[in-house]
Structure formats: structure tokens, C-alpha cells
């Protein structure tokens, strides 16, 4: 699907489109899980508005999700997420104030926020990473102005990543790089039938006696970056994806909201290999189950972000 076509949806059109990638058997009240409904049609009602018939609740497609209560149009929500899906870089919630006609800059950063954790597939929605694993880890953020020598590493957030070869991508901050942060990370995550790929970053050591496939080392320092097999080039070019749209379309991401992004652009690698239309899909199915409400959000300085 193009995003002209989603504009030239309808809006009945754009609510079977979404209740068919919610729902593909049929609606299931998300207050209870039953499956047993009509569809209320008197005057009045909101067009696509269901009651339970298990426990009499009113719900529509939206309730329950990302969607939640929002008063953007579901053909918007629809682009909205379509965009974000179907840019390799991401897009900025300027940008899509502009392209979806937003009137504020507010709305649009909010909507793009929760886009983001509809993204978010790890850890709960996702089985175990698996296979070859390349782990890394890299600074990111802070200023770009007046980088240089006088640049304080406390200026920028560590982000850890861990790369399936060929495969999904999970990535997040972490406030140390130390061995307890890092190992914590990479044993709740990968299966433990793997094997790990790493730098020679101390943190990483022992490490493969966790898991089967062991442990590859490829030493930087040494101007090695492949050895065989081993080698971290994925996480690696995961990484340069990750700033190029960190420091290029969002200009600065403030610390506290860094772990969306992670979750955005984990999420657009691990669905690199399907088309625009299906990336979409999958996004709009992690709408479910998932609210975020704006309040909780913008403590922080939303200019910043
Ligand atoms: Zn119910």
C-alpha cells in the first residue's frame, strides 16, 4: 500500500484496515477477551463501536492501543505510521507535522512517541535473539556543536545493541558498560544455544561459556575487524544507521527519551527484508495492548527532543 492510497482511504475504510490487522478473526473485546459482540448501529453511536457480550463493555479498534483516545483521525494514524515504518532513517515530528498537517508540534512528537512503542518488539514480544549474535556497544547523543577535544563523554548515553546475523536487532541504553550491565543484557536476551561476537571490550569476557556457540573476539585495536567468521560489521553498520538518524533528522535526542529511538530503529532493521506495506502491518499490530499517555511523557523539556 502507498501513502496515497492510505490518504485516499475512507474513513470506514480506514477502520476495517486496521480491524483486520487488530482482529484478522474477528473483533476480541480487549476488556475481557470475548469474542462474542454486536455491533451497536443506533443514531448516536460512534460509527464502529462494539458491546461485549461477555462482559457488556463498549470498545472500537483503537481502545486498548496506542490509539487510544487520540483525536487524530485513523487515516492520519494510519499515515502516520506508514511513514515512520517505510523511511530507513526515521522521520522527524516536524516533519510529520508538516506532511500530516498537524496543527502543533506537540501533537505531532506525541504521536510519534507512540508510534515508537507500538515498535517495540523486545523483550516481551519477541522470542530470544538467536544464532550468531554480534554485540556492541557505542556513545550517542549529546551536542554535535563543539564536539571535539572538549567534548565530556558524560555529554553522551552508552547504547548497547545485539544483532542477529541476517536476522532482528535489539538495542537500548544503558547507564554503564561494564561487565554486570552488559552480560545482564546479553543473557536475558539471546538464546543460549548461540554464539556471541564481540570486540575486545574486558566487559565481554567469559562470556561464551554461557552459551554454546561460544564466544568470537575480533581485536580492534589490532586493526582486525574480520577474522573468519568472526567479525561485529553488522552491529557495527546497525550503529551507523542509529546516529545517522539520531544526529541527522532528530538534530538531539534528549537522554530520557533515547531508548524510543533504540526501540524504532531495532525495530525497522528487524523488518528490513519486508515491503513498506508489511513493515506497516507489523507496526500497527504492536499498537495492541500498549498505551501511553502523554502526561507520563513530557515531564521533560519536549523542545529538547
Ligand atoms: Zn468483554
Redesign the pocket.
Known sequence: MTLIEIAQMTIPQARKYLESIRWPNGPV?P????VRQWKIRTKSARPGVYK?R??R?QYSVTVGTVMHSSKLSLRKWIMAFHLMCSSKKGVSALQLQRNLGLRSYKTAWHLSHRIRLAMKDFPVHMPPLQGTVEVDETYIGGRMRNQGRGLKLSNKTAVLALVERKGRAYAKPVKRVDAKALKGTILGMVDENSTIMTDEWSAYHGIGGFFDGGHGVVCHSDGEYVRGVVSTNQVESFFALLKRGVHGIFHHVSKEHLFRYCDEFSFRWSYRKVDDTERTRQAIKGADRKRLMYERMVNSDIERS
Open positions: 473485546c476488556h475481557c477477551g470475548g461485549c461477555e462482559c463493555k
